[in-house]
């Protein structure tokens, strides 16, 4: 299964969710990431993510295997 840490990013760069919306993203997009409630994500967000952040989406994704 694929994950994305964006907690963890987040909180190494020194910022806050608050941070990402205060910077233009949808506050309800940037909510269901933190939470993991999310399915999907689209290659617009990924992007908008790794802009804000300054880091690639291999920071953010984490493939963990199922057994």
Known sequence: ???LNLKQ???EKGM???D???AGMNRITVRMLM???NTRIDFSTLDQLCR???CKP???LVY???P
Do not use: C, N, S, W
Request: proline share 4%; glycine share 8%.
């Open 35 to 37: 939470t993991g409630k």
């Open 58 to 60: 291999g920071d953010l």
């Open 9 to 11: 990013v987040l909180q």
């Open 1 to 3: 299964m694929v994950y």
């Open 52 to 54: 804000h952040l300054d």
């Open 64 to 66: 963990i295997p199922e």
């Open 20 to 22: 990402l919306v205060a």
């Open 16 to 18: 806050t969710e608050k």
